[in-house]
């Protein structure tokens, strides 16, 4: 990532999520709240996604005229959302007299590789968002997406807004980043499943990422990244009132210093593909994750098992999204005798604890297991790392596995 080499302190950049613009009512109330900070800040730079579930309309809408819609006529399909969403914002702020301004990806230099629908952002040319700040005004910035070097629009994944937003962030030298969504941080787990769950003050990069990566839907794992990188902190809050949320930054005396485990996440948009039979043979698994890598797709966990017999199974998880390509992949796999058969299972879900020393500390993973076991919850695939543990599990049965797992490591406080 390169962009401008100066920092300008003052500067803080603004993202707000799909929920938080979801409604005309929502978009003007975003602008109340800027048009309250201008003055506070020497710049204020917000990224927007587009509104509520306006891009998984627009994905339908492509599935009504296409069989597999990608590359690069989707990304200029997905790419209006952001469109929408930052020129209501623009015009909501020039309505109260605040100066402002929304730029696309390509007007403000969001430079990106080709890979469309999962590009990543290779630079930023901050001149014309600085000069703008320099003007005085308000600089709206379409997230999740960026233009190629011969001009193509792209788009950076699901979650990509929030890549966006650090991005500039890390770019223009911002203070800090502040990620607004419609919960009040990082908690312990999803409110949605676990209305008990606790609200983290402050948490580490590296947590942050496990979380993310885990299923939290709070920050993009990519984003996190991009923040430890370059030392910028990041401040998880609400979009719908003002009191502090999470801290996320590196610290000498950070929380996770104390913590065992700090939160519960769970993913449900997954699939898991086994393949029967597979050779034992060298350079067979060497074949199978090229052709994956080939077509861009992320794989989360593998497990690799051989038989006496001479023929063995490899199981993998990759996200949802991924699951129709990969489908087609097992097919060519089974053609070329790689497998005798391929089973792509979308009813599976991933439970994971994250923390620190999680590897190091016995019994944790014990707990966890005894957790799901107390609620005959059966585990199909483990994976382990010292800052996580992570189960796959019969997609029916997350939210109980949630909460009885979290119930493990967070207690409910006893009635007073």
Same mark, same amino acid.
């Given at each position: 990532?390169?962009?401008?080499?100066?920092?300008?302190?003052?500067?803080?950049?603004?993202?707000?999520?799909?929920?938080?613009?979801?409604?005309?009512?929502?978009?003007?109330?975003?602008?109340?709240?800027?048009? +309250?900070?201008? /003055?506070?800040?020497?710049?204020?730079?917000?990224?927007?996604?587009?509104?509520?579930?306006?891009?998984?309309?627009?994905?339908?809408? %492509?599935? +009504?005229?296409?069989?597999?819609?990608?590359?690069?006529?989707?990304?200029?399909?997905?790419?209006?959302?952001?469109?929408?969403?930052?020129?209501?914002?623009?015009?909501?702020?020039?309505?109260? /007299?605040?100066?402002?301004?929304?730029?696309?990806? %390509? +007007?403000?230099?969001?430079?990106?590789?080709?890979?469309?629908?999962?590009?990543?952002?290779?630079?930023?040319?901050?001149?014309?968002?600085?000069?703008?700040?320099? @003007?005085?005004?308000?600089?709206?910035?379409?997230?999740?997406?960026?233009? *190629?070097?011969?001009?193509?629009? *792209?788009?950076?994944?699901?979650?990509?807004?929030?890549?966006? /937003?650090?991005?500039?962030?890390?770019?223009?030298?911002?203070?800090?980043?502040?990620?607004?969504?419609?919960?009040?941080?990082?908690?312990?787990?999803?409110?949605?499943?676990?209305?008990? @769950?606790?609200?983290?003050?402050?948490?580490?990069?590296?947590?942050?990422?496990?979380?993310?990566?885990?299923?939290?839907?709070?920050?993009?794992?990519?984003?996190?990244?991009?923040?430890?990188?370059?030392?910028?902190?990041?401040?998880?809050?609400?979009?719908?009132?003002?009191?502090?949320?999470?801290?996320?930054?590196?610290?000498?005396?950070?929380?996770?210093?104390?913590?065992?485990?700090?939160?519960?996440?769970?993913?449900?948009?997954?699939?898991?593909?086994?393949?029967?039979?597979?050779?034992?043979?060298?350079?067979?698994?060497?074949? #199978?994750?090229?052709?994956?890598?080939?077509?861009?797709?992320?794989?989360?966990?593998?497990? +690799?098992? &051989?038989?006496?017999?001479?023929?063995?199974?490899?199981?993998?998880?990759?996200?949802?999204?991924?699951?129709?390509? @990969?489908?087609?992949?097992?097919?060519?796999?089974?053609?070329?005798?790689?497998?005798?058969?391929?089973?792509?299972?979308?009813?599976? &879900?991933?439970?994971?604890?994250?923390?620190?020393?999680?590897?190091?500390?016995?019994?944790?993973? %014990?707990?966890?297991?005894?957790?799901?076991?107390?609620?005959?919850?059966?585990?199909?695939?483990?994976?382990?790392?010292?800052?996580?543990?992570?189960? #796959?599990?019969?997609?029916?049965?997350?939210?109980?596995?949630?909460?009885?797992?979290?119930?493990?490591?967070?207690?409910?406080?006893?009635?007073?």
């Amino acid at each position: 990532m390169t962009g401008s080499s100066t920092v300008h302190s003052g500067i803080i950049v603004k993202k707000y999520g799909g929920t938080s613009v979801a409604t005309p009512e929502r978009i003007s109330a975003i602008a109340e709240g800027v048009a +309250q900070q201008v /003055g506070g800040v020497r710049g204020l730079i917000v990224v927007l996604s587009a509104m509520g579930k306006s891009t998984d309309e627009l994905v339908a809408l %492509a599935h +009504q005229v296409s069989r597999r819609p990608a590359g690069r006529e989707m990304d200029l399909l997905l790419a209006t959302g952001e469109q929408v969403s930052v020129s209501l914002l623009g015009l909501a702020l020039q309505d109260r /007299g605040v100066a402002a301004v929304s730029l696309t990806a %390509a +007007q403000c230099g969001i430079r990106t590789d080709s890979a469309f629908n999962v590009a990543r952002i290779q630079s930023i040319d901050t001149e014309r968002i600085l000069a703008e700040l320099e @003007a005085g005004r308000v600089v709206i910035v379409t997230g999740f997406q960026g233009v *190629t070097t011969d001009h193509d629009i *792209t788009t950076l994944g699901r979650g990509g807004s929030d890549i966006t /937003g650090v991005a500039v962030a890390v770019a223009v030298g911002a203070d800090a980043c502040e990620i607004c969504t419609d919960v009040d941080g990082v908690l312990t787990a999803d409110p949605n499943l676990v209305p008990a @769950a606790r609200l983290w003050p402050e948490i580490s990069y590296e947590a942050a990422i496990e979380m993310a990566s885990s299923g939290a839907k709070v920050l993009h794992p990519r984003a996190a990244e991009l923040c430890m990188a370059y030392d910028i902190p990041i401040h998880v809050r609400s979009s719908f009132h003002a009191r502090e949320g999470t801290w996320i930054r590196g610290s000498d005396d950070m929380v996770m210093e104390q913590a065992e485990v700090v939160g519960v996440s769970s993913d449900r948009k997954i699939a898991k593909i086994t393949l029967r039979e597979v050779p034992d043979e060298p350079g067979l698994a060497a074949r #199978v994750f090229q052709d994956l890598a080939g077509e861009d797709i992320c794989v989360r966990l593998i497990i +690799q098992s &051989a038989s006496s017999e001479g023929r063995g199974r490899i199981t993998f998880v990759l996200d949802e999204e991924f699951a129709e390509q @990969a489908a087609h992949l097992v097919e060519q796999w089974k053609s070329a005798g790689i497998a005798s058969d391929g089973i792509v299972d979308h009813d599976v &879900a991933k439970i994971s604890i994250v923390g620190s020393r999680l590897a190091s500390t016995p019994g944790l993973a %014990a707990r966890m297991f005894s957790a799901l076991a107390r609620e005959e919850i059966n585990i199909d695939c483990i994976s382990s790392s010292e800052m996580k543990v992570a189960c #796959v599990i019969a997609g029916e049965h997350v939210e109980r596995a949630v909460r009885a797992v979290h119930d493990e490591f967070f207690p409910p406080e006893p009635a007073r």
